[in-house]
């Protein structure tokens, strides 16, 4: 996917900046609307930062009807490669504010990132939009009032995927990367289990290839127990941790579950046919006019659906239009955050609306299980139910 490609594609305008080569002066301050996004455009999460830019180009195209400008004033995209370091992502949102005059800040793809940049925004009395990364601390112990967040958070991962698996006599080990993004998605997911019993967690480091360690503790936990026998997953980037269900697990009965993920790591969800879990997006679940502009001028462009954080970065360019037509074009702090509070908007999975008290997207969850179609190289997940927003009790951490 290249930029050229890209920009052609969305009609988006791109500042290339900080590993880029600084913004020139040039621009006119007064008429534009800066916007920096700052993600992993390298790095192990590259795949995700490179789904979310395309994401949002799309959703500005989409929701300014092709204009690219919202009450008259041209929407100016400045891109920022954090790498995944939350050091760089640090210092380069801070020039995004500083340097180059950005009026709001998207991203980041890691939440290790987005807790360093959470300050910053503060700082700088800058709204910082959170896409994709899901912490809960992002809009919990560490949230400011700067905060938004169109994606999910751990508890709505983890209460959706509790509604999949929570039945009595189920019992639980979880398999998690130890860093901010596994450990608040477990504690969430042993929150909201209520029926089922949790009998492990096991954490390891994020650039694990090798899982055979990790998943013999599993197994020796999970085997000896009665009734259903899970291994619950919440991973994210590199490495492959269902590469555990070579070891023969049904030897034990021991099943394995997870929420949705991007299409290439589904490839190994074809080996686990009706295996079930909770996903915040797949492209064929949603039926709603914003999905299907998504679905089909991603198809005319990429020759591909689009994925799972391209839905995310179509849903925070929304939510940046939405807020920016409810002030007039106005990108004074205090008035975006009044528009955004308690607004509702419509996204590829349907209606979003940010909560007020942490500015968290209240969004649905989708229940599905695996199903093997030979059309597709992933295992593909098929709708059991929609989890409504108001199904989901997410608890709000943030003590506002």
Known sequence: MTHGFIRAATGAVLALSAAFGATTAAFAQG?????????????????????????????????????????????????????????????????????????????????????????????????????????????????NKYIFRTGRNSSQDAISNAVALDKPGTVIATLAQDYAFGRDGVKAFKDAIKKAKLVHEEYLPTTTTDFTAGAQRLIDRLKDQPGRKVIFIIWAGAGNPFKIADLDLKRYGIEIATGGNILPAMAAYKALPGMEGATYYYFGIPKNPVNEWLVANHYKQFKTPPDFFTAGGMSAAIAVVEALKKTGGDTATNKLIKAMEGMSFETPKGRMTFRPEDHQAMQSMYHFRIKVDPAFAWGVPELVREIKPEEMNIPIRNKR
């Open 31 to 143: 008429k534009e609307i800066r916007i920096a996004h700052v993600y992993s455009r390298t790095g192990p999460l590259e795949a995700y930062g490179k789904q979310t830019q395309t994401g949002f180009l799309m959703g500005l195209d989409y929701a300014t009807g092709g204009t690219m400008t919202v009450a008259g004033r041209k929407l100016v995209v400045i891109e920022k490669d954090d790498q995944g370091k939350p050091d760089v992502g640090k210092s380069l949102l801070a020039a995004a504010y500083g340097d180059d005059k950005a009026d709001i800040a998207v991203g980041p793809s890691s939440s290790g990132v987005a807790l360093a940049l959470l300050p910053v925004a503060e700082e700088h009395k800058k709204i910082l939009l959170v896409e994709p990364a899901v912490a809960d601390s992002i809009t919990g112990d560490k949230w």
